[in-house]
Structure formats: structure tokens, C-alpha cells
């Protein structure tokens, strides 16, 4: 069996932008236009993690196509309209507002997409992969989810994070994210600790498992470590990690606490800063 979504040609040349998954594990489908005309895709690329996808439409002209906007530039209250096929009624337009900006939703793969865009559009099955659009007609969104059971709260991928999206899928079939080689685990910091290293945060952040010859490894950080800040930005849990990793090969600033016991975090212990250089993160991990 098949699946059906939506999705939005972003260059004339036949770049089509949908979510990752309403293409799923497809290499190839059938792409229907709205003037009626069906053209076949190539998948370029797909990315578990923004939910996002390329497909490539084999054509010999060029096609109308959408321009990805400045979604940074969005205002809470902004009109803005979805356009997809839900439950397979072709070329539906739904208007709504920006609800909210800056949301985090977690993706398939466990991890945080950041500065997702709440709207109350009417979203149902089929509009996933479909474009969010302002009153410019410029994409500003990539429509990708809805709460079961709610009414008006819906959610988009940004095109900011589409834009660097395709640009990874374009040059490398696949989207490259850093790693640190760390299992880490949070635990409630004491006021004493918060003091005693001018850490503001409740929780922090300890290496329970280092890699070896990871680039945490490398950097010379130890199981039972506490990272307190990545790059100058203090961290308060997991996914600020992910979040705050710049891309491969980038050096970085790791500010660790090695506690003298590390079975007592929360205990006396020496501050330091390691030089840690980011690399690409092994597939399948």
C-alpha cells in the first residue's frame, strides 16, 4: 500500500519539498500536479529529524514553484494559509493565524525540532508536507503536524530550517550533524553547587559514558563529568546539547565540573575548560 501527502515545488527546475514522512522509505512516486498533470519523483534525501524531504520531479520544462521566505520574520497574530489535500481533496486552502513561535516538537527520531510554528489553520491527514504560506505568497512553513483529539493547534517546520535543510540534502543526500560521543544523564543541582560555579540552571548535565576516541573523548572529558556550558551558553538539559552543536569539524568551548566523587555530583569539585573539535555523527547513532 501507498501513502499520500502534500508537498511544495520550491525551484522551476523541479525541487519538490515535502515532509519525511509522507515520502517515507520511497525512492520514487507520483507526483500529481494541481493542473492536472502527474510527473515522477525521485527521493534526493530525507531528514527523520525536521520530518523534512527533497524529492527531485523529472521534467523537461520549468514548473511554477513557491519561494522559501523569511519565517524569522513572522509575528504572533500574521495571517497565514495552508494549502494541501486533505483526506485527498485536492488543493484545499485553509486560513488561519500564527499562534505561537518557538515551539519544540519532538521528532521521529527522539530528538528536538526547534522553532516550530503554531497556528490554529485546520490541518487533517493529508495536509502534511504542504506549504504555510503569508499573505506575500512566500513559504514561510512546511505544514507536519496536528494533536489528535485538538481542535485549532497546529505545527510547521520554519523555511529557515527548511533552507538549511535542502542545502545539506542537495550537497550531501543527507543532512550532517555533529556529535559529542557522550551517554549522558540530568540530576537536580544544590544551591551550594549553583554557587560554588555560578551555574543558574536546576538541572545539570553528566557524563555517565564517554566513547573512546570520540570528540568528547578526545577533548578529554571523563565519565562522571558535569558540562555546564557548550560554546558560552550555560546547559540546562540533553537536547540544549543537540541544539547548541555547531556543524562538523567546528571547534568549541566545553566548560566541565570533574567532581571529586562522582557518585556525589553535587559535591566539591575542580571547574575547567576543554577544547573540543565537533565531527560528523556516525550514521544509524
Not at 500564527?98 to 519532538?106: E, I
Not at 513559504?139 to 535542502?166: D, M, R
Not at 571523563?222 to 540533553?238: A, F, Q, Y
Request: proline content about 6%.
Amino acid at each position: 500500500g501507498g501513502s499520500q501527502g502534500s508537498g511544495v515545488i520550491i525551484t522551476p527546475d523541479g525541487y519538490l519539498l515535502s515532509n519525511a514522512h509522507v515520502v517515507g522509505s520511497a525512492s520514487q512516486m507520483n507526483v500529481s500536479l494541481t493542473d492536472g498533470r502527474t510527473l515522477r519523483g525521485t527521493t534526493v534525501g530525507r531528514d527523520v529529524a525536521t520530518d523534512l524531504a527533497l524529492v527531485r520531479l523529472q521534467t523537461n520544462s520549468n514548473l511554477p514553484f513557491a519561494m522559501l521566505g523569511d519565517s524569522d520574520a513572522l509575528a504572533v497574530g500574521q495571517l497565514v494559509v495552508a494549502i494541501g489535500n486533505p483526506l485527498g481533496f485536492a488543493s484545499t486552502v485553509s486560513a488561519g493565524v500564527v499562534s505561537a513561535k518557538g515551539r519544540s516538537l519532538r521528532g521521529k527520531d527522539g530528538r528536538l525540532i526547534e522553532g516550530i510554528i503554531q497556528t490554529d489553520v485546520a490541518l487533517n491527514p493529508g495536509n502534511s508536507g504542504g506549504p504555510l504560506v503569508d499573505s506575500a505568497s512566500n513559504v514561510v512553513g512546511i505544514n507536519t503536524a496536528i494533536i489528535a483529539g485538538a481542535q485549532n493547534l497546529s505545527f510547521s517546520v520554519p523555511a529557515a530550517t527548511a533552507k538549511w535543510v535542502v542545502s545539506e540534502l542537495l550537497a550531501h543526500g543527507y543532512v550532517r550533524r555533529s556529535y559529542l560521543g557522550l551517554g549522558c544523564q540530568m540530576f537536580p543541582v544544590t544551591r551550594f553547587f549553583q554557587r560554588a560555579h555560578g551555574f543558574n540552571q536546576p538541572v545539570a548535565v553528566q557524563a555517565v559514558s564517554v566513547v573512546p576516541d570520540g570528540p568528547a573523548a578526545r577533548a578529554g572529558i571523563r565519565p562522571g563529568d558535569i558540562l555546564l556550558e557548550l560554546g558560552n551558553t550555560k546547559l540546562g538539559s540533553i537536547d540544549e546539547i543537540h541544539r547548541l552543536l555547531p556543524t562538523p569539524g567546528t571547534h568549541i568551548a566545553v566548560r566541565v565540573v570533574r567532581p571529586a566523587d562522582p557518585r556525589n555530583p553535587n559535591g566539591e569539585g575542580s571547574a575547567t575548560t576543554l577544547a573540543l573539535k565537533t565531527e560528523e555523527r556516525p550514521p544509524n547513532s
